[in-house]
């Protein structure tokens, strides 16, 4: 039940509401963007409704991410510890990473692995292997308009 509400909810979130302005017999149209009225867009092609910088580990897809922003892997099973393998697929650089029992979060060793704009991931753990890749949302889109349309165009907003 949880679920589908979540994702009725994320549906509606991000659905342009048209509204049609008919005062004065004026028949045009204004589209409000729903993530400006209800916060930040969800991100990319997964289906769980985690926002912008955050990676589901069980889906593949693509993630957006502000440069001033921390990305977090999480993953919906917290019933044991976990061993994720982390893969750079353009530099073959490996990470594994032991994820403690009852953690559902946790930030993206950027120390040890670094974020490539661009660059795609394997991610590896029980629940099998995804490809993320990862784009960094450029400093010079200042504007909600202007982000949502360039991670439209990434893949990372459905």
């Known amino acids: 039940m949880f679920f589908i509400r979540r994702t009725l909810f994320v549906m509606f979130c991000l659905t342009p509401v048209v509204m049609a302005n008919t005062s004065a017999g004026s028949e045009e149209q204004e589209i409000i963007e729903s993530s400006e009225r209800f916060g930040p867009p969800v991100r990319s092609s ?23 922003q921390t990305v977090y892997l999480w993953r919906p099973q917290t019933n044991k510890p976990e061993k994720v393998y982390l893969k750079n697929t353009s530099t073959q650089e490996k990470l594994r990473i032991n994820w403690a029992f009852g953690k559902q979060s946790m930030p993206w060793p950027q120390k040890r ?38 991670m439209r165009e990434q893949g990372c907003l459905r």
């Open 113 to 150: 692995l670094s974020l490539s704009n661009g660059t795609s991931y394997l991610l590896s753990s029980d629940g099998g292997t995804e490809v993320i890749t990862f784009y960094q949302v450029p400093e010079d889109l200042t504007n909600k308009v202007d982000q949502n349309t360039w």
């Open 46 to 68: 997964n289906k769980t409704g985690l926002g912008i910088g955050w990676v589901d580990i069980t889906y593949g897809g693509t993630v957006c991410y502000f440069s001033s």
